[in-house]
């Protein structure tokens, strides 16, 4: 046994839950705002598999245990006390007294059990896939896209590759009826999606790309018009924050294109992706005519597969409202009550924007912003690029940086 899990153990220390409240005390202590905490199911792999932590967490447990890492991840000795000296002279918490088996007790044992029957269902059915395992993972995608937008990244990361790689494997063992394949690759483009989203957010460009290009072929495969469509925007929202505004036009029309004849929200994202690419462009025309179209589209938006899943894959009205870069004078798009765009700001240096180029134009980093003042028909606005830091911003990945371009980026 690990000396670490012996000093867990020591101090009551025998589900995430425990660790975790004795970590975020730490933390704490060390003075840390907004710490990367481990997933649950990262914890229990220390404790229970030994795994050794990242180093991100490294000065937390230190602090929390007061033994170094090296000290904690060596096997404990056979006496009943191991003579390995503190780094503090902090004291171990008494260990819980009483007899039978705690609710905490219960409660991991019990989580285990479920990953196990988990694993088991998922391979039980050699010859074929049965319906049980697709409800199984029917729920599990659909906890994830609701947790994508409301969790930190490093929460759910670990359990968005497994269920991608559980759902690629049934895909790959050949055990799938027909009616069961088209389903199997909708959920392979959505888990593929937000594992291509998570790279982005990590400002990972390459690996979002190479990711997104799997969810498309998924949703090729899937034959599903809405994703592909998605798919599409991705690569346009990735080109975008890679300062490449014309890839992100070029995209973003491909994909509004494929989205036309689609009654859901998708298709009024990508014309927000390509006004917004426009206006990088100083394409004028081009960003009035996206941005009037899909204000009238949203009169006539109804609801579809992928709005029914939310999360990314919904596009609200609040969220066009700040995207959109030119506001028709009468669209019906209308932010909640009390919302207001604060990144907006007029332009000082000149009332008009820049004049057209055309979407083929190549330009710099989209961090120009003006608004039209002499203009009947509508406000033009090109919001800037994000700050590195972001006072407004909650956490949701290692950096700042990464928050930021999750709340100015346009994503759905």
């Excluded at 497994?162 to 895909?171: A, D, G, I, S, Y």
């Excluded at 509508?378 to 290692?398: D, E, F, K, L, Y």
Aim: proline fraction near 7%; hydrophobic fraction near 35%; charged fraction near 25%.
């Amino acid at each position: 046994m690990l000396f670490f899990r012996r000093t867990c153990e020591a101090r009551g220390i025998r589900h995430p839950d425990d660790f975790l409240t004795q970590y975020r005390e730490a933390a704490a202590r060390l003075g840390l705002q907004n710490a990367d905490e481990p997933a649950p199911k990262t914890v229990e792999g220390w404790i229970y598999e030994g795994r050794k932590p990242q180093r991100v967490f490294r000065p937390v447990i230190v602090e929390m245990l007061g033994y170094s890492i090296e000290t904690l991840w060596t096997e404990a000795p056979d006496a009943a006390t191991p003579e390995f000296l503190p780094l503090t002279d902090a004291s171990p918490s008494t260990s819980p007294t009483g007899s039978g088996v705690g609710l905490d007790d219960m409660k991991r044992t019990g989580a285990m059990a479920v990953r196990r029957a988990k694993d088991f269902l998922l391979g039980a059915d050699r010859e074929r896939v049965g319906e049980d395992t697709l409800g199984l993972l029917d729920d599990e995608v659909q906890r994830l896209v609701v947790a994508y937008p409301r969790e930190p990244l490093s929460v759910i990361w670990d359990d968005l590759l497994e269920t991608q790689e559980q759902v690629f494997r049934l895909l790959e063992g050949g055990r799938v009826r027909p009616s069961q394949l088209r389903d199997l690759n909708v959920k392979g483009a959505v888990l593929s999606f937000m594992v291509a989203k998570g790279f982005n957010d990590m400002e990972v460009p390459h690996q979002a790309l190479t990711m997104t290009r799997v969810a498309a072929a998924c949703a090729r495969d899937a034959e599903h018009a809405g994703l592909i469509a998605a798919t599409e925007g991705l690569k346009s929202l990735i080109a975008y924050w890679a300062d490449k505004p014309a890839d992100a036009y070029h995209y973003a029309s491909r994909g509004a294109a494929v989205a036309e004849h689609q009654r859901g929200t998708v298709g009024l994202w990508l014309l927000g992706l390509q006004a917004r690419a426009a206006a990088v462009l100083g394409d004028e025309e081009t960003v009035r005519a996206a941005s009037q179209q899909a204000a009238d589209r949203r009169e006539r938006v109804v609801h579809d597969d992928l709005d029914a899943l939310g999360g990314l894959f919904t596009y609200a009205p609040e969220k066009q409202l700040y995207s959109t870069p030119w506001r028709p004078k009468l669209s019906s798009v209308t932010a909640a009550p009390g919302s207001r765009n604060r990144r907006s700001r007029p332009y000082r240096g000149s009332a008009t924007p820049p004049p057209r180029t055309g979407p083929s134009a190549t330009s710099p980093a989209p961090s120009a912003t003006w608004r039209s003042s002499a203009s009947t028909e509508g406000t033009w606005t090109v919001r800037p690029q994000p700050s590195a830091r972001c006072s407004t911003c909650p956490p949701r990945t290692a950096t700042t940086a990464s928050s930021c371009r999750r709340c100015v980026s346009g994503t759905r």
